[in-house]
């Protein structure tokens, strides 16, 4: 529960305003009573005085009374009045106290606020002391130090909370401008961590898109060069009468340009539909594979195994793989279909050299082109990296494996639901 509490910002925010506030309300509450008891015991010492001093009067004769009345009232800020045995009022100082007329109805509260004493001869004197102020504004300017402790202890926190966020503003912006490859820190769990590791996740999977968008249009133009060249030249030799070689040679090129061109428009279309769900149908793998098989010449072997897909695009998968196979290995190349653990399997396979197992991994990379292969001797284009874009677009994989025996084996697997 903690932990959650710690890892929510809004959490944050509002638990610690709301123990600032508690705080505040208790060291508020805890100087106004404070105050209240100071102001209360001064003002009940003094009462207690004031009734020392009026107990004495019943020393002091008649003719000392308005003296001794007014010095008292004086000195003590004291309103006195004198009664007679009559209840008349023969002697007053302040406001005049009005004297109840009878012991029975006299209240408490006014008990609480005057003194009464008794003298010689049925004279009664009255006092009362000034309430005892509140403490009214210098609790207030004592809540207000409090408030701006507060408020300075408070700074620290939201001096780093807007530090975070200004940090993530500022490398979004960076970002923005054109600088791909820059990232923002991931303190902390809260939100603003959160915020920071998603912004960071997009900006990579951005970043690689625009690199291999860049990549991909710079192995493009290197690999339409050659086709174009050995085009041009078979223009020149044959422009007054073409042969049926010159014929067929251009035929080949424009068709490696028409494939080359297809399989950049394709990548470029994964690229772009790699966010959004794959709304497949029905496919019959097996089907594809004869298909594909007969095409190419190679065969092909299996169980009737059937997946949600595109089937346009899982037939150039299959068709990509046979084509390299063919062009890369050796008869015999054999494709086979199978089912295992809600996994559909599609495994092509030939009897060639082999590929060593630190290139495996590389191969389905566009344009991939083994160190030391002269340019002649061709790479592997965009064949391979199309197969592992399309089986990512069907939630699967692409590996190679070396075969017993020699030749390679490439297998695919996808989810059967």
Known sequence: MLIFFRKRLFWQVYLTLLACLVVLALLVGSL???????AGERWGALRVR???ELVRFQERTPEDLPTEIRKLSEEMGASISVYSKERVLIASRGFPIA??????????????HVVRVDLPGGRTVLAQLPRPPKPG???????????????????????????????????VESWGSGALSRRVAEQGTDEVAMVARSFNGAASRIEALVNSQKALLANAS????SPLARLRMAVEIGADKPSAAVREEINRDLQEIDQLVEEILLASRLDYAAAT???GAPVDLLGLAAEEAARTGAAADGEPVEIRGDATLLRRLMRNLLENAGKHGKPPVEITIASDQGQARIEVCDRGPGIAEKEREHLFEPFYRPVGRSETAGGWGLGLALVRQIAGRHRGSVRCESREGGGSRFVVELPLA
């Open 277 to 279: 769900p794959l709304e």
């Open 32 to 38: 106004w009573r404070m105050a209240g008891d100071t």
């Open 222 to 225: 290197h690999e339409l060069r």
């Open 50 to 52: 004031l009734t020392d």
């Open 137 to 171: 504004l210098r609790v207030l300017l004592l809540a207000l130090l409090v408030a701006g402790g507060v408020g300075i202890a408070a700074w620290p926190a939201t001096a780093r909370l807007t530090r975070r966020l200004e940090t993530l503003r500022a490398g």
């Open 99 to 112: 004297l109840p007329a009878g012991d029975d109805d006299v209240p408490q509260r006014w008990l609480d």
